[in-house]
């Protein structure tokens, strides 16, 4: 069998046969089974001079006088070649920069074909570690970490060649749990931020706020989203739609947050405790999203403690000078304008009058003095 690229000789001889004789060469092909007339024929010669393995096929040759025609037997010419560089077939896959992208948890068909005669014997390897010997290699529910280079050796036993191609196999898998969303306060809380997240995975996850009302889209972000809008302009019960894509999503993750004021108006009150000893404010306006902001501040417009959310309690040691003084939680939502409610502080004349003689009572018990201070009850009275 003739090496492609090599020289071969067909010669085709009549032992009897009348002058003139005419030679007519045909060749039956492998792959379309049909038959051509042999453009290298010259005679009873077939002069091959570069071997190609288009040649492979029955070669027919045909005699013919003035007398009568007679054909010989087919002679079969096998060309020996290859192999070509593989080419690696990926099912299913999609391109990349970097290649080829499977999808995690898929079942992933590598094949590798290289035309070659005899035919290739083939050898897989990843990342330079072999692991397959034969054609197809299959991945059942390939993980992230089977990620890397996949390498096909194809071999000709005949010719000792070898010939290899790489491809990069790129896996692609979602981020942890689903995509997080909410509605958050800003700019002092006259503004809305529409925050919406989905780290991890592989690559990032695509992230676009949608209104529900108004079908806006807006333009995609990654892993973390964040837009912001007046509170003026957002009516309440307004819904978003926080929509994901990744080449891995095959199911609907949208998160979805809903923009509420809280229920009814702020609501103060302001209660005694241990004894009296302290006066504990009360502010709440719970309910809403995002929560909205409480601050207490005193008769003087003075801050009393922290800004919190939803709850906002306050102690205050008890003391004469509250008494009828003014605090005033302030409150602030980005859906609607600035409420407040307010209490005042002071004794009744009743509760002065049993707190004074029940101090008075108990310097008696113990056979004690009361100084003028001491004898200064609550409400700011000097007993006489």
Same mark, same amino acid.
Not at 173 to 179: A, C, H, R, V
Not at 303 to 318: A, C, F, M, T, Y
């Given at each position: 069998c003739p090496v492609e690229g090599s020289v071969a000789f067909v010669l085709c001889t009549v032992e009897n046969?009348?002058?003139?004789?005419?030679?007519?060469?045909?060749?039956?092909?492998?792959?379309?089974?049909?038959?051509?007339? &042999?453009? *290298?024929?010259?005679?009873?010669?077939?002069? +091959?001079?570069?071997?190609?393995?288009?040649?492979?096929?029955?070669y027919t040759c045909?005699?013919?006088? *003035? &007398?009568?025609?007679?054909?010989?037997?087919?002679?079969? /010419?096998?060309?020996?070649?290859?192999?070509?560089?593989?080419?690696?077939n990926v099912t299913p896959y999609t391109l990349n920069s970097m290649g080829y992208s499977?999808?995690?948890?898929?079942?992933?068909?590598?094949?590798?074909?290289?035309? @070659?005669?005899?035919?290739?014997?083939?050898?897989?390897?990843?990342?330079? @570690?072999?692991?397959y010997s034969g054609q197809r290699?299959?991945?059942?529910?390939?993980?992230?970490?089977?990620?890397?280079?996949?390498? =096909?050796?194809?071999?000709?036993?005949?010719?000792n060649a070898r010939t290899k191609t790489t491809i990069i196999l790129t896996?692609?898998?979602?981020?942890?749990?689903?995509?997080?969303?909410?509605?958050l306060a800003v700019n002092n809380y006259q503004d809305v931020a529409l925050w919406?997240?989905?780290?991890?995975?592989?690559?990032?996850?695509?992230?676009?706020? +949608? %209104?529900? !009302?108004?079908?806006?889209?807006? &333009?995609? %972000?990654?892993?973390? /989203?964040?837009?912001?809008?007046?509170? *003026?302009?957002?009516?309440?019960?307004?819904?978003?739609?926080?929509?994901?894509?990744?080449?891995?999503?095959?199911?609907? +993750?949208?998160?979805?947050?809903?923009?509420?004021?809280?229920? %009814?108006?702020?609501? =103060?009150?302001a209660t005694a405790v241990k004894n009296n000893e302290y006066t504990m404010l009360s502010c709440s306006w719970e309910g809403g999203l995002p929560l909205a902001s409480l601050q207490w501040k005193n008769w003087r417009n003075q801050?009393?403690?922290? /800004?919190?959310?939803?709850?906002?309690?306050?102690? +205050? !040691?008890?003391t004469t000078a509250y008494n009828g003084k003014d605090f005033v939680c302030q409150a602030a939502h980005p859906l609607t304008s600035d409420e407040m409610c307010s209490v005042r502080l002071g004794m009744t004349q009743s509760k002065c009058s049993r707190i004074f003689f029940n101090k008075l009572l108990l310097s008696a018990s113990i056979g004690a003095q009361l100084s003028p201070r001491e004898l200064q009850n609550p409400c700011g009275c000097i007993l006489r």
């Open positions: 046969g009348t002058q003139p004789l005419e030679y007519t060469w045909t060749r039956q092909s492998t792959l379309s089974k049909k038959f051509v007339n &042999v453009s *290298e024929a010259t005679g009873g010669l077939v002069n +091959l001079t570069s071997v190609h393995r288009n040649h492979t096929g029955w045909s005699v013919r006088s *003035e &007398v009568n025609e007679e054909s010989s037997d087919p002679l079969w /010419l096998e060309v020996i070649f290859g192999p070509d560089e593989p080419f690696i499977a999808i995690e948890w898929d079942t992933i068909f590598l094949t590798c074909s290289a035309s @070659s005669n005899p035919p290739s014997h083939y050898i897989w390897f990843y990342n330079n @570690s072999q692991i290699f299959v991945i059942k529910k390939i993980s992230r970490s089977q990620a890397g280079a996949y390498m =096909c050796l194809a071999q000709n036993s005949a010719l896996v692609y898998y979602l981020p942890d749990g689903k995509p997080t969303c909410t509605v919406c997240s989905w780290q991890g995975g592989h690559p990032a996850a695509g992230l676009q706020w +949608l %209104e529900v !009302k108004d079908g806006i889209i807006d &333009v995609m %972000e990654y892993s973390s /989203l964040t837009k912001v809008k007046a509170g *003026e302009d957002i009516l309440n019960n307004s819904t978003y739609t926080c929509h994901p894509s990744h080449p891995a999503l095959r199911s609907d +993750l949208s998160c979805r947050t809903t923009a509420l004021l809280p229920e %009814e108006q702020p609501k =103060c009150s801050p009393l403690g922290n /800004l919190e959310r939803s709850i906002n309690n306050q102690v +205050l !040691k008890s």
